[in-house]
């Protein structure tokens, strides 16, 4: 990937498109939206590809997520994640264990995993 500096915002060419990032909404992504959005994201599709494998049929997943910060240095101290889903005869010792699964297999939760607490929820409906 190529980032350029474009007078107010960051740019990235990913071929396909451009994604801009900068310090307010109006001109592009925050950098803690697409950093928590990356570890969503990792996260959401290892779940939803270890279900699948176990043929694990479900309506939809969403996740909520609060991040809590640390205003002295403005770091990031956790991410909550509360995976939703709805589907029927969901068993959540199961969903439970494939979510703890997906961690272990995500990139992007392994790399903070010593310094930032992840802490997730399953609502099941």
């Not at 900068?22 to 803690?32: C, K, R, T, V």
């Not at 270890?50 to 991040?67: H, R």
Request: glycine share 4%; with cysteine.
């Amino acid at each position: 990937m190529k980032f350029t500096w474009k007078n107010d915002h960051m740019e990235i060419d990913l071929g396909y498109r451009k994604l801009k990032i900068a310090e307010n909404e109006e001109q592009g992504f925050l950098p803690i939206q697409l950093f928590i959005s990356s570890i969503v994201g990792c996260n959401t599709y290892l779940f939803d590809t270890i279900l699948k494998k176990q043929k694990i049929n479900y309506n939809y997943l969403t996740v909520k997520t609060e991040v809590e910060k640390n205003n002295d240095n403005n770091t990031i101290n956790k991410i909550s994640l509360n995976f939703i889903i709805e589907g029927e005869n969901l068993k959540k010792e199961k969903l439970l264990k494939n979510l703890k699964l997906s961690r272990k297999y995500c990139g992007m939760a392994q790399s903070i995993k010593d310094s930032i607490k992840i802490e997730d929820t399953l609502t099941i409906k």
